[in-house]
């Protein structure tokens, strides 16, 4: 099952604040180099053979945080799509935003739409940013995406934080304390090659023990 064609990766991109605070920095450098990461991850993920890679930039409960860190954020994601776009364009990325739109600054709505538009026809590699996302939201309006073959979360917590919890029934899960600065194409193709090596049985027996 794992050397099927389609692979679907879906990150929790965790551990900015404390990467930062480690340097001394505010916090907001730190989403700033987490925005470096996603270039690289994103770059990286088709010699990886993915297909398909959903990341999780901002949560639903992430409004709790205080109105600075939020707006930082949400200038970094209108940037981050305004520079990225023809890049992705030109690579065949696909991009997508998934979440509520009706919560996030026009600025940043207009950046999305002008994003999705241009890299429409990209096939070779479904990029899905997930902001203003709740899963139990998600289910709740019957919003699911295909399922997830592997889940990474950064940062070392060992939480889903209400991401993809009807995508993951059967999603190889892999925890690394790596904050998610320090995430690239390396780290990418370890946590691939670990998938690769574990043995998904989906409710059956192994394949020796099948016959
Ligand atoms: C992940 O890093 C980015 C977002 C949730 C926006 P954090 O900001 O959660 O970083 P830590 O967990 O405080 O280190
Ligand atoms: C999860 O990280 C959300 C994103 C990475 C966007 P959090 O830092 O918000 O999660 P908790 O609070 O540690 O569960
Ligand atoms: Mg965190």
Redesign the pocket.
């Known amino acids: 099952m794992s050397q099927s064609s389609s692979l679907h990766v879906a990150i929790v ?7 930062a ?1 480690r340097r001394g920095l505010p ?1 907001v450098a ?2 700033r180099a ?1 925005a470096e990461a996603v270039r690289r991850t994103v770059e990286a993920a088709p010699d990886s053979r993915v297909t398909a890679l959903t990341l999780y ?3 639903a409960d ?1 409004w709790k945080r205080p109105p600075g860190e939020v707006a930082a ?1 949400m200038r970094l994601f209108a940037r981050y799509l305004r520079t990225e776009t023809p890049r992705l364009a030109a690579h065949g990325v696909r991009l997508e935003l998934i979440g509520r739109r009706d919560r996030l600054p026009l600025p940043l709505v207009a950046a999305i739409d002008a994003a999705e538009r241009a890299t429409a026809r990209g096939a070779r590699l479904h990029l899905r940013l997930a902001v203003d996302y709740s899963s139990r939201w998600a289910i709740a309006a019957g919003v699911i995406l295909p399922d997830v073959d592997l889940l990474i979360r950064t ?1 070392g917590e060992q939480r889903l934080s209400d991401f993809l919890l009807w995508e993951c029934a059967y999603a190889e899960l892999y925890f690394t304390p790596t ?2 600065p320090d995430f690239g194409a390396a780290q990418l193709a370890a946590a691939v090659a670990e998938f690769r090596a574990r043995e998904r049985r989906f409710g059956g027996l192994p394949e020796v023990a099948a016959g």
């Not at 991109?13 to 990467?19: A, I, L, V």
């Open positions: 991109m965790d551990g900015n604040g404390r990467w605070g916090r730190g989403h987490g930039a901002f949560s992430n954020l940062g904050m998610w």
